[in-house]
């Protein structure tokens, strides 16, 4: 599969920003769809998370400011970044999980560049 991410760019403290992220292919084995992030120096953490059966997960950092969501007939996966903050600077990752006869299959986005100016 591949994921074509889109949506980064450039935005001020305060603003609003919203990412997506196209699967190429069907979503029926499709188990989670997240985001990650990494910044410069720092390892790739989890963003938010939302599995086949609508659970979501979130960093603690992004609680009450980020949502994923998904919409099942454009197989795409989007992030609402609301009131963004410096330290959200850092490249994005669109990430799928999908399981098929037991087999796990990961694939990641190509990332963009989301920088937050103060």
């Known amino acids: 599969a591949q994921l074509v991410e889109s949506g980064g760019g450039l935005v001020q403290a305060g603003g609003s920003l919203r990412l997506s992220c196209a699967v190429s292919?069907?979503?029926?084995?499709?188990?989670?769809m997240g985001w990650y992030r990494q910044a410069p120096g720092k390892q790739r953490e989890l963003v938010a998370a939302?599995?086949?059966?609508?659970?979501?997960n979130y960093a603690d950092s992004v609680k009450g400011r980020f949502t994923i969501s998904r919409d099942n007939a454009k197989n795409t996966v989007y992030l609402q970044m609301n009131s963004l903050k410096p330290e959200d600077t850092a490249v994005y990752y669109c990430?799928?999980?999908?399981?098929?006869?037991?087999?796990?299959?990961?694939?990641w986005g190509q990332g963009t560049q989301v920088t937050v100016s103060s």
């Open positions: 939302l599995t086949s059966g609508g659970s979501t």
């Open positions: 990430n799928a999980v999908f399981i098929s006869n037991s087999a796990t299959y990961t694939y």
């Open positions: 292919e069907s979503t029926f084995s499709l188990s989670s």
